[in-house]
């Protein structure tokens, strides 16, 4: 039960974390780093208890109780985390501050853990007839498999049904309710626990489990005060769990944001908007400055973006066939409430597979083939994403492009690549691609669109051209017009870009 109750705990701890770190892998690291190294004090903390008490069930007690008041009490603070330290809306911690944070959030229960370990080997051993040393092995076994079910447990089931706080008081009642346990006589005819030790237990299980019912307020109220601190400006609309974490919708005027983990997945407008806004023109000119890439684009390969609006204006294309691919159906399923009822229009549209899946595993695994394969992603920010810039992607993509297919990919950018970082950035982009791919056109100022194809004439910036197949197509739509080729494609800026991405970061 040990091993399930670390588990569960370890899960929730790390997944509350990541919110407010916005789910950068450095704070993975550190949460990790942080969780062993706790534990393993509590372990020896416990190892210098042992020696000196008859009877370590009196310790165990308190620390089953304290597992079951500080874990909810833990995950509280860290909702209200950012609050304690002076950082603007929507920026990172400091290395140091989550460092910090880590340490001081994860030691009261991390302890706790620890010491039980080597308290329950103790009382296994002393519970046997007959002198057994491999009483440690075991209860190293015994925790192994209770980590997997706790695993097991949190993924199918508790992720799904519970929220946070009851997910902790669950938790802590198992091991309440394993210390119970234990009031039965051993081989030795030992009873641990006396008869006020376990009115106690009874007394404290009864009320972890009428708290219950409230404690969806609770975290409730506990998600609105931390995304005061996250975003005053927001107004948080709903919180879903998924296994792959939490979900955020945040509402301001009819603009939705959609979170996970503290990192922002996508931003749509709602039902309320008559005309496209900012979002939409994002979309729109994603959509079809890529689209009129390929002379007669028919089958797409979308991955990502597709729940901003990107996927119903490739669909204003003459597609014959559009798989899109989206990591989590939650998300999915929480933002159709949300998003415009466009979008929810070409999610029925039969021309449209919706597959919910890895998109770096589904193009490793796939065996169709296309003419355009767009990856609408956020930037390579976290390690997740880095994965769709890199050259093993697209090699894997290449293989499933017919011989005049486009590839199409971005990232946000900066007029004439300011700044090194966005400049090593996307010039790093640029040369991968090229190391791939015959031709690469990079094109955009604010944000820097790619273009890659081993076919010669097909991707083009020549204004006319992409004009006269954008008409050709007939496509009817609010936020977009052939006239916006001639503001995406100046000249001048076009020769600035592509030469710092050919010539930056190169020894003079």
């Known amino acids: 039960m040990l091993g399930t109750v670390s588990q569960i705990g370890q899960v ?14 450095i704070s993975i690291g550190l949460i990790l780093s942080a969780w062993l190294v706790w534990v393993g004090t509590g372990s020896r903390l416990g190892t210098f208890l042992v020696e000196r008490l ?14 079951l008041l ?52 103790r009382i296994w051993r002393e519970s046997k007839s007959v002198e057994d040393t491999s009483c440690g092995g075991k209860a190293y076994v015994g925790e192994a498999v209770g980590n997997m079910l706790g695993g097991i447990l949190f993924t199918f089931l508790m992720v799904h049904h519970l929220n946070s706080f009851q997910s902790s008081i669950l938790a802590g009642t198992l091991m309440v309710a394993a210390v119970l346990s234990m009031g039965r006589k051993g081989d030795r005819g030992i009873s641990y626990l006396s008869k006020w030790h376990r009115h106690i237990l009874w007394g404290v299980l009864g009320l ?20 005061r601190f996250f975003s005053p400006y927001h107004r948080l609309v709903e919180t879903v769990q998924s296994k792959y974490g939490t ?58 973006g597709g729940l901003r609006g990107t996927l119903t204006e490739i669909a204003k294309h003459p597609v014959k066939m559009i798989d899109y691919i989206e990591l989590d159906e939650v998300l999915t399923e929480a933002a159709r409430s949300y998003i415009s009822p466009a979008t929810l229009e070409t999610l029925a549209d039969p021309r ?21 394969i767009i990856i609408d992603v956020p930037d390579p920010s976290t390690a997740v994403l880095n994965r769709y810039y890199t050259k093993e992607f697209f090699l894997e993509s290449k293989s499933l492009l017919n011989s005049d297919g486009v590839l199409v990919i971005g990232a946000t950018s900066t007029p004439d690549l300011r700044g090194n970082s966005v400049a090593n950035r996307n010039t790093t982009i640029y040369h ?54 001639h503001t995406l494609l100046q000249k001048a800026q076009l020769r600035r870009v592509n030469w710092v991405v050919r010539n930056h970061g190169r020894s003079r």
Not at 86 to 108: F, Q, R, T
Not at 436 to 453: D, I, K, Q, S
């Open 12 to 25: 929730l701890l790390f997944r509350e974390l990541l919110m407010i770190f916005h789910g950068n892998e």
């Open 54 to 67: 008859n009877r370590p069930i009196s310790l165990l007690i308190l620390s089953a109780v304290g597992v």
């Open 70 to 121: 500080l874990l909810p009490l833990t995950i509280l603070t860290i909702r209200v985390l950012r609050g304690f330290f002076e950082v603007l809306p929507g920026a990172y911690l400091s290395l140091p501050d989550m460092l910090i944070s880590c340490l001081l959030l994860m030691a009261p229960v991390c302890l706790l853990l620890g010491a039980q370990f080597v308290l329950l080997s």
């Open 208 to 227: 972890a489990i009428l708290t219950f019912p409230f404690l969806v307020r609770l975290d409730r109220w506990a998600y609105l005060l931390q995304w």
């Open 247 to 304: 979900i955020s919708i945040v509402q301001r005027e009819d603009q939705y944001s959609f979170f996970q983990s503290g990192f922002l997945v996508f931003t749509s407008a709602g039902e309320e908007t008559v005309r496209a806004g900012f979002e939409e023109q994002e979309a729109a000119t994603f959509a079809h400055l890529s689209m009129v890439q390929h002379r007669k684009p028919e089958r797409i390969l979308l991955i990502g």
């Open 352 to 372: 449209v597979h919706l597959i919910h899946t890895d998109g770096r595993l589904f193009v490793k695994t796939a065996k169709e083939k296309y003419d355009m």
């Open 432 to 485: 991968t691609l090229k190391s791939v791919f015959a031709h690469v056109l990079p094109v955009g100022e604010r944000f820097m669109f790619f273009f890659a194809t081993e076919t010669e004439g097909q991707i083009s910036a020549e204004i006319p051209a992409l004009q006269k197949r954008f008409l050709d197509r007939n496509i009817k739509t609010e936020g977009f017009t052939h006239h916006h080729y």
